[in-house]
C-alpha cells in the first residue's frame, strides 16, 4: 500500500501532461483567486463543465489545483488593494494591508507565500495518512451510522462563518428539499416534477451549484460597479529574513494544525480556518499591540490556516463523500462524475487515483509558491480587469457551462433560476454553501435514514443503539445547541 | 407590517405550499414501502422543521430589529433582465445570439463606455468558448438560426 502510494504520487511528477495541466491551472486559479468576488468555489463551479471529457484523475487535480491555489492568490490582493480576492483571505487584509503601506509590500507577500506553501504541503501530508485510516474505520459504518454522519454534516452549516446559525440551517434544509425533486428512488413516486420528465432523475448539481456560486456572485457583483480601488506600489516579493522565520514559525505551526482539524469538519473551510488562525496567532503571541498595524504573524497565522484547510477539507469529501467546504462540494460532484465513488471503494478499488489526486495537490502548492514569489506583482494587475468586462464573460462561461454538462437547455435556466434565488438569499443574509451542502448531502440523508428504518423494523430510535451513530447524533446536538448551552452556562456564572 | 419580516413569511408560504403539495404526492403499497416511510413524509419532515426555524428566525428579528435591505441600483434589476431577454432570445433566435447580445448589453449597463470594447468582448468571448467546446470537447450545441447555418 505504501509503496503503491509513493509511486502514484512519484507519477505526476513524471506525467508531462498532467504536470502542464498543473501548470497551466495554477496560472488559471492564481488569476481566479485575486479576481474580487471569483474566488476558488466559483472557479472551480465555472471549471468543472470543462473538465467532462477529461481522464478522472486529470479532472479532479485541475480542480483540486484550482482550490488550493484560489486560496492563496486571494491573500495577493488582501495585501496589495485591501480587497479578498477570496474570503479566505479576509483576514489577512487585516494585517497584510497595513504592512503594504508602511512600503513593505514584498515582504508581507514574501511572508504569505512561504506560510500559505507551508500550510497546503502539510495539509496534503496529513491528507495522505489520515484519508486511508478514515477510510478503514468508515468500512465499519452502516446505514444508521451513515445517517448520523450526514446529520453531523448537516449540523455543522449552523457554524459557517457567513450567515447565522438559523439562516444557515434553513439554507441546508432547503437544500435537502432540492435533492427530494423526482422520483423517488424506492417506489418511483414523482416528487416535485411538475410533469417535466427531464428532472425525473432529479437536480443535477452542476447548473444548480454554476447558478448558485456563479451567477448568483455576478449579480452581487453588479453592486459593486461604482467602487474605486486604491492600489499600493510593490518593488519586488521579498523572502521572509531568518529573523521573520524566527518570529512567525510557531505561528506557521499552530496554523497549520489549526487550518487541517477545521477543514476536516464537515462543511467547515478555509474562511473559518484563516479566522480562527489569526485569531489565535494574535492570543499567543507576544507583539499583540502590532496587530492591526502591520503584523507579520497576523498575516502568517490567517495564510498558514486557510492553506491548510484545503486538505483537512479533502479528508471527508474524499472518504466519506461529505464535502469540508464549497469548493470540496464541487470537487465530490467532479468525482461523481467522473465514476470516482467517494468512501472505502475508492481507498481499495482506485488507490492509485487517489494519491495522483494527492500529489497533484503537493505539486500545485509548490507551483503556487514560485508563482507568489516570481510572478505576485503580474497576477496583482490582473484584478484591475474592469468588471464590466469581466463579469459578461463570466455569465456566458457559467450559461455555456451549465448547457455542456447534459446539452439540456433546461440546464441553463436552471442556472439562472437559482442564480437568481441565491442572490436573493444573499440579499437578506443567507450563505449560498448550504444550500450547496443540503443538495449533496440530501439523497444521503433520506436513503440512510429508509435503510434504516427497514433494518430496525420501523424503529427510528434503535439508530441510538448503535455507538458510532449515537457518537455522531450526540456531536450533532452539540454542534447546534453547544453554543447556547454554553453561553446560558456562562450567563449564570457571571 | 415591516419589511424585515417579508422573508420570513415568504418561507413558511414556500414551506406551506411544499407541505399541500407533498401531500397530494401519491402513496405506495404496504409491501413495497414496509417498515420505511412514504414517499411524501421526508419532505413534509423537512419542511416542518424548516417552519420551526422561520419561527426562531423571526423571533431573533423581533428581538433584534436587524436594518431593511436598502435596495439595489439599476445595474442589477438590469442584469435580471438581461437573463429574462437571454431566454427569449435563445428560445426564438439562437442561444449564441443571446449570449452575444447580454454581454454586450451587460458591459454597456454596467458601465462601458468604449462600444468597441464591449463590442469585442461580446464577439470575441462566445466566438472562443465555442471552439473550444464543439472542437476540443464535442459538445454540440442546441439549434437555432446561427446553428442550422453551422451544422446545416
New interface residues.
Partial sequence: MFEQAISAMASVVVDPYLLGLIFATTILGVIIGVLPGLGATTGAALLLPFTLTMDPVHAIAVLATIYVSATFAGSITAILINTPGTSAAAATTFDGYPLAQKGEAGRALGIAVISSTVGGIFSVLILCFAAPLLARVAYEFRSPEYFALTVFGLSMLASISAGGAVKNLIGGIFGVWLSTIGAERVTGIERFMFGNYELYEGLHFVPIFIGLFAISELLVQSKTVDKIIKTVSMKAVKLPTLEDYKKIWKTILRSCGIGTFIGVLPAEGATVASMIGYSEARRWSKNKKEFGKGSIEGIAGAEAANNAATGGAMVPTMVLGIPGSGTTAIILVGLMVHGLRPGVYLFTEQVEKVYQIFGSMFVANVMFMLMGLYAAKLFARVSLVPTQILWPIVFALSVIGAYAFQGQLLDVWLALIFGVIGFFARRHGFSVAPIAVGLILGEMVETNLQHSLKMFDGAWWMILTQPLALMFLVFAFLGLCGPVIFSWITKQKD | MKNIYL?PLI?SIFSLA?IA??LQ????PEM?????????S??IF??I??LI??G??TF?FYKNNPKP?AL??Y??WG??FL?LL??LL?VYTD?FIG?FV???L??IL???RRVW??FL??TI??GL??L??DY???????RGMLMNLYYG
Fill in positions: 422573508v418561507l411544499v403539495i407533498a404526492l401519491d402513496t405506495s413495497i414501502v414496509g417498515d420505511s416511510m412514504q414517499a411524501r421526508f419532505p423537512l419542511m422543521l424548516k426555524l422561520i426562531i428566525l431573533q435591505v439595489e441600483k445595474h442589477t442584469s435580471m437573463f437571454f431566454y435563445t442561444m449570449i447580454v454581454i454586450f451587460m458591459s454596467w458601465g462601458e470594447v464591449a468582448t461580446a468571448t462566445p468558448v465555442f473550444l467546446f476540443v470537447l464535442k459538445i454540440r450545441f442546441p
